[in-house]
C-alpha cells in the first residue's frame, strides 16, 4: 500500500512491483536495458499519451545530459520501442495487477472513496468485457478466433475491465483487468463469463468490502450467480427476455394473475416529464429445473409522458429482497454499469488512450501486458485527480483532457523538470492559477 498519496509515492511503488517482473534472458555482462526500463518505459509513454515520448527523451538526453523519463518516471536506459516490445513479450500481465490494489486500498483507507459507497454502504463495481484487437490476417497464440459463415475468419482480444463506479460521479477508479484467452488445458475458446469467473475467484477478498458486481445480460446465469454468492459478493445484472424463458414464464403468468408488483413515479429531466414504471416480483427461478437459484426481478420502462415514446426498458435480476423501499434504489445500481462502457472503456478508445492501437502482438503476453500498462496509467491519471491539488486545478483550467497532455508532452520535450512538482509548479504557474482554499 502507499504510504503517501503523491506522484512520487505512486511511481515508488511501480518500481517495486517493476523490480520483481521475471526476466527470462540468459545471464550477459553486455545487457543494456532492463525489464524494468522497459516496462518504466511503455508506462510513461502511456502516461504522457504520446508514442514519441521517449523518443524525445532520447533526443533531451544527447542534447543535455538528463531526461524527464529518468526525473519523473525514474528510467534509467531509455529503451527503444522494439526494445520494450521483445523485453515484456514473456511477462505476463499478472505480474503488473497488484498496483491496481494497492492504489485502491490507499485511496479508500485515507477516506477518498467515501463518496463511492451506495445504498447501505456498497461498492458499485461493474463488470464488462471490450475488445481492443481484431484482424483478420495478424494473430498469436492468444487470439480468440471468430469463424465467419461466409468463410472469413477473424482474430480478435478481448478483456474484461471490471471499475468502481458511483451514480453522482463520472470518475471510475480501474480495478485489475482480466484478459479473454485461450486457457491451458482447455478444450473450448475463452469467453467473458469464463474471464469473469476467474477475476472473481482472484479478487474474492474484495467481497469482504460490501461489494455488488453489475453485469449485462451475458451473466446473469445460475453459475456465475452462485460463485457471486459463494464468495460473499451481491449482484445487479441484466436480464432478457429470450435468454431467460423460464423466468419470464413466471413474470408473465404473475402479471396475468394481478401478482406482479407495480409502481410509477412522475419525474422531470429538465425538459420534459417521464413516466417511470416499475414491474417487480421475488423468488423466481432463473432456469427451468430442480433445486435452482431464485432470483428477484425487476424491470423499469421510462415514457416521455407528451410523446408516449419508451426512451427506456430494461430489467435486472438480484439477489437483494425488492419492496417499494429498494427497488428504485436497485434499478438505480443496476443502470449504473453504463459507466464501465461511456467512462471508462470509451475514454480508454477516444480520449488519448488509443486502447484499440496495437502496441504490439508479440508472441506470448505483449498483446495484454501492455494494455495493463495502458489501464495504469489511466488509473495514475485518476489517482492524481483525487489526491494532487496542483493537477486537479491544472485540468480544470484546460478542461479538455487533450490538452492537457498536449502541453505536457510540449513541455517534456523542450524543457527539463527535475520532479513531477516542478512540471506541475511550473505549470500552474505560468496559467496563473489562483490558489484556493
Same mark, same amino acid.
Given at each position: 500500500?502507499?504510504?503517501?498519496?503523491?506522484?512520487?509515492?505512486?511511481?515508488?511503488?511501480?518500481?517495486?512491483?517493476?523490480?520483481?517482473?521475471?526476466?527470462?534472458?540468459?545471464?550477459?555482462?553486455?545487457?543494456?536495458?532492463?525489464?524494468?526500463?522497459?516496462?518504466?518505459?511503455?508506462?510513461?509513454?502511456?502516461?504522457?499519451?504520446?508514442?514519441?515520448?521517449?523518443?524525445?527523451?532520447?533526443?533531451?538526453?544527447?542534447?543535455?545530459?538528463?531526461?524527464?523519463?529518468?526525473?519523473?518516471?525514474?528510467?534509467?536506459?531509455?529503451?527503444?520501442?522494439?526494445?520494450?516490445?521483445?523485453?515484456?513479450?514473456?511477462?505476463?500481465?499478472?505480474?503488473?495487477?497488484?498496483?491496481?490494489?494497492?492504489?485502491?486500498?490507499?485511496?479508500?483507507?485515507?477516506?477518498?472513496?467515501?463518496?463511492?459507497?451506495?445504498?447501505?454502504?456498497?461498492?458499485?463495481?461493474?463488470?464488462?468485457?471490450?475488445?481492443?484487437?481484431?484482424?483478420?490476417?495478424?494473430?498469436?497464440?492468444?487470439?480468440?478466433?471468430?469463424?465467419?459463415?461466409?468463410?472469413?475468419?477473424?482474430?480478435?482480444?478481448?478483456?474484461?475491465?471490471?471499475?468502481?463506479?458511483?451514480?453522482?460521479?463520472?470518475?471510475?477508479?480501474?480495478?485489475?483487468?482480466?484478459?479473454?484467452?485461450?486457457?491451458?488445458?482447455?478444450?473450448?475458446?475463452?469467453?467473458?463469463?469464463?474471464?469473469?469467473?476467474?477475476?472473481?475467484?482472484?479478487?474474492?477478498?474484495?467481497?469482504?468490502?460490501?461489494?455488488?458486481?453489475?453485469?449485462?445480460?451475458?451473466?446473469?446465469?445460475?453459475?456465475?450467480?452462485?460463485?457471486?454468492?459463494?464468495?460473499?459478493?451481491?449482484?445487479?445484472?441484466?436480464?432478457?427476455?429470450?435468454?431467460?424463458?423460464?423466468?419470464?414464464?413466471?413474470?408473465?403468468?404473475?402479471?396475468?394473475?394481478?401478482?406482479?408488483?407495480?409502481?410509477?413515479?412522475?419525474?422531470?429531466?429538465?425538459?420534459?416529464?417521464?413516466?417511470?414504471?416499475?414491474?417487480?416480483?421475488?423468488?423466481?427461478?432463473?432456469?427451468?429445473?430442480?433445486?435452482?437459484?431464485?432470483?428477484?426481478?425487476?424491470? &423499469?420502462?421510462?415514457?416521455?409522458? $407528451?410523446?408516449?415514446? *419508451?426512451?427506456?426498458?430494461? =430489467?435486472?435480476?438480484?439477489? %437483494? @429482497?425488492? +419492496?417499494?423501499?429498494?427497488?428504485?434504489?436497485?434499478?438505480?445500481?443496476?443502470?449504473?454499469?453504463?459507466?464501465?462502457?461511456?467512462?471508462?472503456?470509451?475514454?480508454?478508445?477516444?480520449?488519448?488512450?488509443?486502447?484499440?492501437?496495437?502496441?504490439?502482438?508479440?508472441?506470448?503476453?505483449?498483446?495484454?501486458?501492455?494494455?495493463?500498462?495502458?489501464?495504469?496509467?489511466?488509473?495514475?491519471?485518476?489517482? &492524481?485527480?483525487?489526491?494532487?491539488? $496542483?493537477?486537479?486545478? *491544472?485540468?480544470?483550467?484546460? =478542461?479538455?483532457?487533450?490538452? %492537457? @497532455?498536449? +502541453?505536457?508532452?510540449?513541455?517534456?520535450?523542450?524543457?527539463?523538470?527535475?520532479?513531477?512538482?516542478?512540471?506541475?509548479?511550473?505549470?500552474?504557474?505560468?496559467?496563473?492559477?489562483?490558489?484556493?482554499?
Amino acid at each position: 500500500m502507499l504510504k503517501e498519496l503523491n506522484f512520487d509515492q505512486f511511481i515508488s511503488e511501480i518500481h517495486a512491483v517493476f523490480d520483481n517482473l521475471p526476466d527470462y534472458r540468459l545471464p550477459s555482462p553486455n545487457r543494456q536495458y532492463s525489464i524494468k526500463d522497459a516496462a518504466l518505459g511503455a508506462f510513461s509513454m502511456f502516461f504522457s499519451q504520446s508514442p514519441s515520448f521517449l523518443s524525445y527523451q532520447q533526443a533531451m538526453q544527447q542534447a543535455q545530459g538528463h531526461n524527464n523519463a529518468q526525473s519523473l518516471f525514474g528510467v534509467e536506459n531509455i529503451p527503444s520501442d522494439n526494445q520494450i516490445r521483445n523485453l515484456l513479450d514473456p511477462v505476463a500481465p499478472e505480474h503488473i495487477y497488484p498496483l491496481f490494489s494497492g492504489v485502491f486500498e490507499a485511496l479508500e483507507s485515507h477516506g477518498y472513496l467515501e463518496s463511492y459507497r451506495f445504498w447501505e454502504n456498497y461498492f458499485l463495481i461493474p463488470i464488462d468485457g471490450t475488445e481492443y484487437f481484431r484482424s483478420s490476417k495478424i494473430h498469436c497464440d492468444n487470439c480468440s478466433v471468430t469463424h465467419h459463415k461466409n468463410g472469413k475468419i477473424t482474430y480478435s482480444h478481448k478483456a474484461l475491465t471490471p471499475v468502481l463506479v458511483t451514480p453522482n460521479n463520472s470518475k471510475v477508479l480501474s480495478l485489475e483487468p482480466e484478459f479473454v484467452t485461450p486457457q491451458d488445458g482447455a478444450v473450448k475458446q475463452d469467453c467473458e463469463l469464463n474471464a469473469a469467473k476467474r477475476w472473481i475467484e482472484r479478487n474474492e477478498q474484495l467481497a469482504n468490502k460490501r461489494v455488488i458486481i453489475l453485469g449485462d445480460d451475458l451473466f446473469s446465469r445460475e453459475p456465475f450467480c452462485n460463485l457471486l454468492l459463494s464468495k460473499g459478493f451481491h449482484f445487479v445484472l441484466v436480464c432478457k427476455p429470450d435468454s431467460h424463458k423460464t423466468l419470464y414464464e413466471w413474470v408473465d403468468s404473475f402479471e396475468k394473475s394481478n401478482d406482479l408488483n407495480n409502481f410509477s413515479t412522475r419525474n422531470w429531466n429538465g425538459r420534459f416529464h417521464e413516466h417511470w414504471h416499475y414491474r417487480y416480483t421475488n423468488q423466481l427461478p432463473i432456469k427451468n429445473g430442480e433445486d435452482v437459484l431464485e432470483v428477484n426481478w425487476v424491470e &423499469l420502462t421510462i415514457t416521455n409522458t $407528451k410523446t408516449k415514446e *419508451i426512451m427506456y426498458k430494461n =430489467a435486472f435480476v438480484t439477489d %437483494f @429482497f425488492l +419492496d417499494l423501499t429498494s427497488v428504485a434504489t436497485i434499478v438505480q445500481a443496476g443502470r449504473s454499469r453504463w459507466k464501465v462502457e461511456n467512462e471508462n472503456n470509451n475514454i480508454l478508445k477516444t480520449k488519448g488512450y488509443h486502447l484499440e492501437h496495437s502496441y504490439g502482438h508479440g508472441k506470448q503476453f505483449l498483446s495484454s501486458t501492455m494494455v495493463t500498462l495502458n489501464l495504469l496509467a489511466f488509473l495514475a491519471h485518476t489517482f &492524481l485527480e483525487f489526491v494532487d491539488y $496542483k493537477y486537479q486545478k *491544472i485540468r480544470m483550467t484546460l =478542461a479538455a483532457r487533450k490538452r %492537457f @497532455f498536449h +502541453d505536457f508532452t510540449t513541455l517534456t520535450k523542450y524543457l527539463f523538470f527535475n520532479s513531477w512538482e516542478h512540471i506541475m509548479g511550473f505549470m500552474f504557474e505560468q496559467l496563473k492559477i489562483p490558489i484556493t482554499g
